[in-house]
Each structure stands twice: as structure tokens, then as C-alpha cells.
């Protein structure tokens, strides 16, 4: 969301006029406060086919460099797709195919999906690939599995996603790899000593990875930091919302409410059975970290900035006839998928419909940014082509069981989190609909509509 937003602002920017009125704006709209009655038709449409979740999975999310640190990106996602059969009691004959997310690839088990799958035990009949699309590619996943069964090629898709920060490829230099390269195809001892006698110490300097567009070259530190000047979002509100994410985290894994989190025996290891990354803080300790990205007067820091983590997630989905063949009783009805706009006027939904929010939180000032772009018709006029504002959702509905500043965000797996933690929270409050929403690197997002399914 966050390069979303940057990406319209370039085109036109804020005044500062009109950015210190987003500073000024609620996070809650001021349309749901009215006592209009919420719908509860179905989104089920005649001769459409239903599709449904019938459970999720995830492993731990850790900080990178932890306990996982001596593993490779296939044998989370593995764990994950274990658990997942584990669950639900799944053949793995009954799996029509497998799709998985990832951003940051090992280069020695590119298609992911493939090697988890296999090492998980399914058939080498059974095809697997994967995406990346940034921090929505389980979204994309899913999306994928949803277009597989709707197009009637799939009964049963498991989609997932993975991320592994604590071994991230790290490249020599493009003249030190030309060099090597030329090496390998040298004939003579003497052209092996030429090439040799070429390098130079600069060219041993490596290429260290990025967070970062390519495009633009800009890290995403650097656009939250940017969006949150440019909607007026203070360090204090960052961070106070940062320390929200933190407490309603911790308050959930306490009860018990991260049903979703398998525990996973790491060779040689203890077992893990919890996020590692929920800490919740004081104000005054927050306030003294110093920013981390734009020195030394921007607002993100580190502890109103998601960590780097350790992950993997996994849902099984179905079309609800097959799902109810086999026994199941599914968890939601996954619903159109688009921007929280578009997916609410394409469902004939408004926001006061909605009563699960769970948006993928990368920063603290996105996300603030957002609710506040969300609140503004002037907004919404110039940048969306709508007449009025979306309208910001009641903080008491929104990632109430905290989010990725504190569970962790491990790039591509968030995406399932997000669903799976709708449909648990749907069926823990007795609510219809949820939504989900999350931002990705370029300027792009996702956005789906949950629906439950009737207990």
C-alpha cells in the first residue's frame, strides 16, 4: 500500500495545506458511526461455483537469524505443507496441485512449491509451481488457486508461501562473475592466468540484497517514511500504533487464538511451538530508538517497522462440493479479489458490512497513511476517481489479533496468515464478512472479501 500510494502522489503531490489536514483526520469514519442495519446476505451467486477454505496453517514466524538460521527456505515451506496435511487429515493423492509464493529465491530450489511438495511426500505426478509478487505473493497464490478450480481444471489446490531472510543469496560482482565465467571456459594454462592476473580487489567487493525496487531503487523504509510525511502520520502515532500491534499480539498467543501456528521440530533443535518476535514495548523505550531509515529526521524506526522473518504458511482449497464430499467442514468462502475499493463495490458490499479487518501492517506509517488516504474525500476525488471517501474501518475490528509489526512478516506467507486469521476471527466473534487487504512492492495490492461459512 504503501508504494501504491507514493506511486499516485508522484503524479501529483500533496500541498502542505492538504497534509496537514490528512495529519488532522480520524482513523475512524465518521459513516460507521450510523445504526444502519448490517447485511447479511450471502455473496453465493446462481451457476457460480462456491470456493472455501478449508483450513490454514503456519509455522512459527521468527526473527531471521534465530532458530531457523541453519535451514533452507524448502524445509519451512515442507513443515508447513506437512502440518497442513496433519490438520486436515488430507490424501495427499486428493491434491490436484500445489502453488506457493516467494520473493527472496534460493537459487538452488528455485520453483519452491516443487521441492517442499516432494519433500513432503506428494506424488512427483502432482504439479507445483511458484510465484513472486512481492509481499502479496501468497495472495497471488491463493488467487491462482481459486482461478484453477473456478476454471474447473482443480477440485483441491494447497497454496502457501515462504520466506527465508536468514540466508539471502549474496552475488559477487558482475565483473568478478564475467571473470569466473571466463575461467570455466578457458583452454590453455596461460588464458587461466591472464583472467586470474585480471582481477583487481575492488572486484571482490559483493553485491549485497535490497529491500528495494528496482525500478526506483528506493527501499521500503524509504516510501514509509516519505508516505508518512506526506500524509502528515507523526512519529508518536506510529509508534502508538506500532505498541497496539505489539499488546494485541501477545494478549492472542496467550489465549490461545493463533490456532493457525503449528509447532515444528528444528533438526537439532528444540521445538518450536510460537512467534518469536512479539515484544510489546514502553512509549518512552520506543521513543528513544533513533530512525532508521531517512537520518536523521525521518519517523520509521525499528520498532514501528516490521522485522525481518522466518516463515511459511500453507491453505488448503477447495470447491465446496468436493470439500463436502470429503467430510469437511469448511472454514470460509473465499470471495472476489481486487482493492479494498473495487472488492467492496464488486461484492455490492460497504464497509459497515465488514466485520473482520486484518490488513497486512509492512510499517506503521503505511498503514496510518492509508486509514487517513481511506478517510479523505479530496483523496478519493483526485486520486481514486470516486465522488466520497472509502472510509477508514473501526479500530475495534481491525487486526485485533495484532499484525505483521508484531507477528512477523515473513515476505511471501503473510498473505495466508491473513486469511486464515479472518476466517478464525469470523468464526471466534460470530461475524459474516471479512477483508482482507495487504500492499506489495511497486505500487501494487490485494484485497479479498472473506465469507463465512454457516456453523
Known amino acids: 500500500m504503501a508504494s501504491m500510494l507514493l506511486t499516485s502522489l508522484r503524479s501529483s503531490p500533496l500541498t502542505s495545506v492538504q497534509a496537514a489536514q490528512f495529519g488532522k483526520a480520524s482513523w475512524v469514519s465518521a459513516e460507521l458511526n450510523n445504526t444502519s442495519p448490517k447485511s447479511k446476505k450471502t455473496l453465493a451467486k446462481p451457476g457460480v461455483k462456491n470456493i472455501v477454505l478449508v483450513d490454514g496453517v503456519r509455522t512459527p514466524f521468527l526473527q531471521s537469524g534465530t532458530i531457523y538460521a541453519d535451514l533452507m527456505p524448502h524445509d519451512l515451506a515442507r513443515a508447513a505443507l506437512q502440518g497442513l496435511l496433519n490438520r486436515t487429515g488430507l490424501p495427499k493423492d486428493a491434491v490436484d496441485y500445489i502453488v506457493y509464493g516467494t520473493v527472496i529465491q534460493e537459487v538452488k530450489t528455485s520453483n519452491v512449491a516443487r521441492e517442499a511438495a516432494l519433500g513432503a511426500g506428494f506424488s512427483d505426478k502432482t504439479p507445483a509451481h511458484t510465484v513472486t509478487m512481492a509481499c502479496i505473493s501468497s495472495n497471488q497464490a491463493m488467487t491462482t488457486a481459486v482461478g484453477l478450480i473456478a476454471a474447473g481444471q482443480c477440485d483441491a489446490v494447497v497454496a502457501g508461501g515462504v520466506e527465508f531472510m536468514s540466508d539471502v543469496p549474496i552475488r559477487h560482482s558482475r565483473r568478478m562473475r564475467k571473470t569466473m565465467l571466463s575461467l570455466n571456459k578457458a583452454k590453455t594454462l596461460g588464458a587461466r592466468l591472464s583472467l586470474l592476473g585480471s582481477i583487481r580487489l575492488a572486484h571482490l567487493a559483493p553485491e549485497l540484497p535490497a529491500v528495494a525496487e528496482f525500478s526506483t531503487a528506493e527501499t521500503m523504509g524509504h516510501s514509509a517514511d516519505r508516505l508518512a510525511a506526506a500524509f502528515g502520520v507523526s512519529r508518536l502515532e506510529q509508534d502508538e500504533f506500532a505498541l497496539r500491534s505489539h499488546t494485541l499480539a501477545k494478549k492472542a498467543q496467550d489465549s490461545g487464538l493463533l490456532s493457525d501456528v503449528i509447532s515444528f521440530k528444528v533438526p537439532g533443535k528444540d521445538i518450536v511451538s510460537k512467534d518469536n518476535g512479539i515484544r510489546p514495548s514502553t512509549m518512552e523505550q520506543m521513543a528513544k530508538l533513533k530512525p532508521a531509515f531517512i537520518k536523521p529526521h525521518g519517523t520509521v524506526t525499528a520498532a514501528n517497522s516490521s522485522f525481518l522473518t522466518d ?61 487517513k488516504a481511506m478517510e479523505s474525500d479530496w483523496f478519493a476525488q483526485t486520486y481514486m476517481g470516486r465522488k466520497t471517501k472509502v472510509g477508514a474501518p473501526p479500530m475495534e475490528k481491525f487486526n485485533s489479533w495484532g499484525g505483521s509489526l508484531s507477528l512477523g512478516h515473513p515476505f511471501a506467507a503473510t498473505g495466508c496468515r491473513l486469511v486464515t486469521t479472518v476466517a478464525h476471527r469470523l468464526q471466534k466473534e460470530g461475524g459474516q464478512y471479512g477483508l482482507v487487504a495487504a500492499c506489495a512492492a511497486g505500487g501494487q495490492g490485494h484485497a479479498m472479501v472473506i465469507e463465512a461459512y454457516p456453523q
Open 311 to 371: 516463515g511459511a504458511s500453507a491453505v488448503l482449497i477447495m470447491s465446496e462440493e468436493k470439500a463436502l464430499a470429503m467430510g469437511y467442514k469448511p472454514k470460509a468462502y473465499l470471495r472476489p479479489t481486487y482493492a479494498t475499493p473495487k472488492v467492496l463495490e464488486k461484492s455490492g458490499l460497504t464497509l459497515n458490512d465488514i466485520d473482520v479487518f486484518e490488513f497486512h501492517e509492512a510499517f506503521a506509517g503505511q498503514i496510518m497513511a492509508n486509514l
